[in-house]
């Protein structure tokens, strides 16, 4: 069942990237690198997020490196990651200059903010 429901995440994420590259890669450059949590108003721990140019993801901090992949339209960032067979969807927006990343948690509805720290 688990087995089940990681691969259908798993190809619809497969399929979403793959619109993704065929529609070119250049536009999505801005989001490469690692991204670290610069404001959360729940008070949540130090983390950060790096995106990788093959559509790759990771989420590392207190509970390790987590695994995700993800898909860019546009200025939002839709990533999954997979913890202790759970998924987890996130919706990232950029701003205008491409520098910081807005998650809306759904634990409180209050944005969380992640700047961009470096390039790879």
């Not at 450059?29 to 690692?34: E, H, N, P, Q, S």
């Not at 759970?86 to 409180?108: A, E, Y």
Request: proline share 4%; aromatic share 10%.
């Amino acid at each position: 069942m688990l087995a089940n429901k990681l691969v259908r995440t798993s190809l619809i994420l497969l399929s979403l990237c793959m619109a993704s590259v065929a529609q070119g890669s250049d536009d999505e450059a801005w989001v490469y690198g690692k991204w670290e949590l610069s404001y959360d108003p729940d008070g949540g721990k130090k983390d950060y997020l790096e995106f990788l140019p093959n559509g790759d993801a990771w989420s590392i901090g207190p509970n390790g490196k987590i695994p995700g992949l993800y898909i860019i339209d546009g200025d939002t960032v839709k990533a999954v990651f997979t913890w202790k067979e759970k998924d987890f969807i996130m919706t990232f927006h950029g701003d205008r200059q491409n520098r910081q990343l807005r998650i809306v948690t759904s634990r409180t509805g209050k944005a969380s903010v992640y700047t961009k720290i470096d390039k790879p």
